[in-house]
Structure formats: C-alpha cells, structure tokens
C-alpha cells in the first residue's frame, strides 16, 4: 500500500481547490482523469442548486416532452437496446422502481384518484387499450365451429372456446360417435327402476346412493340384466375411461355368487354375461 504523502491529488477546475483524488471530494467519471470528475463535489452540488432555482426541473420536464426530446430517447433506445435490457433486469433496478412508484401513488393517492374519473381519462385508457390488442391480438376463425375469434399472436389457438376444442374427434374419449346411437325399445324407465330396486339403489363402487343404470359391457343393445349394473353419478363419469378395467372390474361382481348380481345371473343361466334380451328373441 502506498503511503499517505504518495496519494495523488487532483485540482477542482471551478473553485481551484486541491482534494485528494479520491470518491470522497470527487465523483465518478469514466472518461476523467483517475476516473474522476474536474469539479469537486461541492462546486457540482452548488450548480445543480442554481439550476433547480433557474427552473432546470422544468424546462427539463418541457423538452423531454418535446418533439426533440421524443427524437433523442428513440435514438438511445435503438442503440443502446442490449444495454437498456440488461439494466432493466436487474434485481435492485425493479426493487427501486417499485419502491419510487408506491411512494409516488401514496403522496398523490388524491390527485390520482380525482384524474381517473375524468372522462377523457377513461376515453384514452380505452383507446390505448384498443391500440394494444390490435398489435399483439390477430383474427382467427375456429377449427369446429368457424366463428371468429381473437387471440394472442404468440399463441397458436385453433379453438374459440374450450368446449369447441373438446367437442367431437378432439374430446380424447371420442369413440367415433358411439354416445349418438338409439337406445333399444327395450331400455325404458320400467327396466332402469326394475334394476335400481333389484340392486337398492345402490354404487357398486363406492357403495353410496345410485341412480345412474351402466353397461357393463359398454353395448347399448345388450339390456338385459346380467348386463346391468346401478351406479351413482360420480362414479359413472369414472367408467368413461379406462374401459378394460371397469368392464373386468364388474365382471368379477358378477362373477361373485353371494351377489344380487351374480344370483340374478345364475338365475338366468348367463355365463359370459351377454344375453340376448326377449325383445330380440322375438
């Protein structure tokens, strides 16, 4: 380390004061010498004052609102883009921001709340609104019902809605139009309540309270009763899925003699579970 009497000095050019160059009489300047400014920090304070007097702030505020100033912030912008991005990233950056904003609405909290219920206010807050959607929302028509739509750009939509992009060959569970098939004559409200008391309105799953009348083998035509099952609402949404397994699933409950199920199937002589009802007999 170098000694006291070796520290270099440096003159201020408007007082014509001598300082130790250092951060402590001096601020920084990339360009000066040792990196410091010409004047010291007690001449610069003096004529930021005199400016300030002199309406500095002011006519500052005027010129950067002006179309010189519009010029000069777009051709930074353009030139220092990576520079602008970067600082605009920082942690400490976004932290004072925030910190100066909050500050700033809670000073003005009045003032602020008296410019938002101006008329020409919300016209303008619409209108810039309207400006924004049009540069970041397109056009687009849907996939399945061909109404027009708006999405964002970045987005690659193809949809209106969500119940459009599930309807149809785009729902996952679609089975080429099965759930569209008649049901038989013999699928009435007298068969479905025969099935419901037989089995005491009961799930075969989770054992709760059952309205809902299920194939077990998925067959609209197969009605008969070894080939049905009551089970309750939430439950027969579960069946949607998975087939294979509730199908083998419900076997095994018919499968099971000491069953309602598996008696009224023993009863009738079924085996494999699919029987043809006397209504196709005939």
């Excluded at 002199?54 to 006519?59: E, M």
């Amino acid at each position: 380390m170098s000694s006291p009497d070796h520290t270099p000095t440096r003159r201020c050019s408007k007082c014509g004061a001598e300082y130790p160059a250092s951060t402590e009489y001096f601020r920084r300047q990339k360009g000066g010498k040792y990196g410091l400014t010409s004047r010291c920090k007690s001449c610069l304070n003096l004529i930021h004052q005199d400016w300030l007097a002199n309406g500095g702030r002011t006519w500052m505020k005027e010129w950067s609102h002006s179309e010189a100033g519009s010029r000069k912030r777009k051709r930074y912008r353009d030139t220092h883009q990576e520079k602008i991005r970067k600082y605009d990233n920082r942690p400490d950056v976004k932290a004072n921001r925030r910190l100066i904003r909050s500050r700033y609405n809670a000073r003005h909290k009045d003032e602020l709340k008296a410019k938002r219920q101006k008329p020409e206010f919300k016209i303008a807050m619409v209108v810039r609104r309207a400006k924004s959607a049009e540069r970041t929302t397109e056009a687009r028509q849907c996939a399945y019902c061909h109404k027009t739509f708006y999405c964002p750009r970045a987005q690659k939509n193809r949809y209106c809605s969500r119940s459009c992009s599930k309807l149809g060959s785009n729902n996952p569970q679609w089975l080429h139009g099965k759930s569209t098939e008649e049901y038989p004559a013999v699928w009435n409200r007298k068969l479905r309540r025969m099935i419901r008391e037989r089995d005491s309105y009961t799930c075969a799953i989770c054992g709760s309270c059952g309205r809902d009348v299920h194939h077990i083998d998925y067959n609209k035509t197969n009605c008969s009763p070894g080939n049905l099952i009551v089970l309750c609402h939430s439950c027969h949404s579960k069946t949607n899925t998975n087939r294979s397994y509730w199908q083998a699933f419900f076997e095994n409950i018919k499968a099971d003699p000491s069953g309602v199920i598996g008696q009224v199937c023993m009863a009738l002589g079924i085996e494999d579970g699919v029987e043809e009802t006397q209504h196709e007999r005939a």
